[in-house]
């Protein structure tokens, strides 16, 4: 089983729709979560944290289930610009990073 | 504004070369990391760096050595090129785990190719 695991995707929907990835991790010392997102050809980049009660930011809505060992992340009102892959990472140190990241789920939102 | 810069964009290596993937941030940042990226796999941690000459292997480090004299610099080393090496090589640095604003900065990426 892998460590961290994301739907496979890739999830094709209209401008406007609203969507939502899941992920599961493995490891129940995992100390904290995040999304990133990675544009074509372009490096990783922090999207969000994710915190066990829940957070928001603008459009994007990240959730934390630690019983279930399950993230997800909600997109809502999509645009043209949000049309890249995301990553779910998994942090299970605490000194230092060391980080799991998912497959990755590739998102295209079109006209 | 973090930057991590790495010295290739593309690589083309013929197999048995030694490789040296050069990766420098202007952070003051503590712990480095070597990652590689493929398709279907997602991202992989190969070696990280706590400290200047410290390193730690992570998930996959046959085949890889690292060097960190200097704290800004972390390089990637390939003794001996092989064509299962060839992949998208991302290095990163991040700021205090278990802080609020606690993120990896990623460099743009070295994509290598061993033919």
């Known amino acids: 089983r892998k460590e961290v695991e994301q739907d496979p995707g890739p999830f094709n929907v209209p401008e406007g729709a609203t969507v939502a990835f899941n992920c599961t991790y493995s490891?129940?010392?995992?100390?904290?979560f995040f999304w990133y997102r990675q544009d074509c050809r372009k490096e990783p980049k922090l999207l969000m944290s994710v915190y066990s009660s829940g957070n928001e930011d603008g459009r994007f809505t990240a959730q934390l289930n630690r019983a279930s060992q399950y993230i997800s992340l909600l997109i809502r009102d999509s645009k043209l610009s949000d049309s890249a892959t995301y990553l779910c990472?998994?942090?299970?140190?605490?000194?230092?990073?060391?980080?799991?990241f998912g497959q990755g789920t590739i998102l295209t939102v079109h006209p | 504004d973090v930057k991590v810069t790495q010295s290739s964009r593309y690589l083309v290596k013929r197999t048995g070369e030694k490789v040296f993937l050069e990766c420098v941030q202007d952070?003051?940042?503590?712990?480095m990391f070597w990652y590689r990226q493929d398709p279907g796999l997602g991202l992989r941690l190969i070696y990280f760096s706590y400290d200047v000459k410290m390193k730690e292997k992570g998930d996959i480090p046959e085949g890889y050595s690292v060097s960190r004299e200097k704290k800004e610099r972390f390089s990637l080393i390939l003794e001996s090129a092989s064509t299962n090496q060839t992949s998208m090589y991302l290095c990163?640095?991040?700021?205090?785990?278990?802080?609020?604003?606690?993120?990896?900065?990623f460099g743009p990426g070295t994509r290598l190719t061993v033919t």
């Open positions: 990472v998994v942090n299970v140190g605490t000194s230092y990073g060391k980080l799991t």
């Open positions: 952070m003051d940042h503590e712990n």
């Open positions: 490891n129940s010392a995992s100390q904290s």
């Open positions: 990163a640095s991040e700021n205090q785990p278990g802080t609020a604003s606690y993120e990896q900065y």
